[in-house]
């Protein structure tokens, strides 16, 4: 059984919160099929990966199956495009659990006053989310995606045991800024290799990559 925790009894405390696909469920196609196999489990993209590591041409066609309905949303996906009730509930949702997280470090008295929030997907909820609150005004944060640079950002992990603080008068006295590290462990869609670095860019432009892809040949 699942308890509940109170957030006055964890608010001083390091926080550190693992996210899945169903946090994005009512936006983004998962990795479930509708097709069953010979038992009657249901199909995932991952189990057919595996039952076509031998046939190149299954593989191939697998995977231009899952760029085509999981990825390629994702990477061309538009908050303010959501039109579904359920889809903007889900990033109500996410709204929710930010603002949630920084009522928390809003408490905290400490100068490092940050978050981990770890993730599986590779949607840009979180980001997006962060940047509606930031544009509110409501509330005074940091985003740290472990990033560094200006025109051209790198990832790395060292950036993640960074924080920013601001001085007081006279500099006699130091604030810590509420922080929220988001961290993808399985990648971005906004991520690109670039030599042998990790490039983040969240204003590359996907729509033109499969233009054509309903067109006869």
């Given at each position: 059984m699942f308890e509940s925790i109170e957030p006055l009894?964890?608010?001083?405390?390091?926080?550190?919160i693992l996210i899945?696909?169903?946090?994005?469920?009512?936006?983004?196609?998962?990795?479930?099929?509708?097709?069953?196999?010979?038992?009657?489990?249901r199909e995932t993209i991952e189990t057919l990966a595996t039952k076509f590591e031998t046939s190149p041409?299954?593989?191939?066609?697998?995977?231009?199956?899952?760029?085509?309905?999981?990825?390629?949303?994702?990477?061309?996906?538009?908050?303010?495009?959501?039109?579904s009730v359920k889809g903007k509930e889900n990033l109500n949702n996410y709204e929710i659990?930010?603002?949630?997280?920084?009522?928390?470090?809003?408490?905290?008295k400490d100068l490092n006053r940050k978050i981990n929030i770890f993730t599986t997907n590779y949607d840009g909820c979180l980001s997006h989310t962060a940047d509606s609150i930031?544009?509110?005004?409501?509330h005074d944060f940091v985003v740290n995606d472990g990033t560094s640079g200006f025109h051209r950002?790198?990832?790395?992990?060292?950036n993640f045991s960074t924080f920013q603080c601001q001085t007081g008068i006279f500099e006699r006295s130091n604030y810590g800024i509420p922080q929220l590290n988001i961290?993808?462990?399985h990648g971005s869609v906004y991520w690109s290799k670039n030599g042998d670095k990790i490039?983040?860019?969240?204003?590359?432009?996907?729509?033109n990559l499969l233009e054509n892809r309903h067109s006869k040949i």
């Open positions: 009894d964890i608010y001083n405390k390091n926080i550190n899945g696909s169903g946090a994005s469920a009512d936006l983004f196609p998962t990795l479930a099929l509708a097709i069953k196999d010979a038992k009657g489990q041409e299954k593989r191939t066609a697998l995977f231009m199956h899952y760029y085509d309905t999981c990825i390629f949303p994702v990477q061309t996906f538009n908050p303010s495009s959501i039109a659990f930010l603002t949630t997280l920084l009522g928390l470090l809003d408490r905290r930031l544009m509110k005004g409501s950002k790198h990832l790395h992990s060292k961290i993808h462990l490039e983040v860019n969240y204003r590359s432009n996907f729509s």
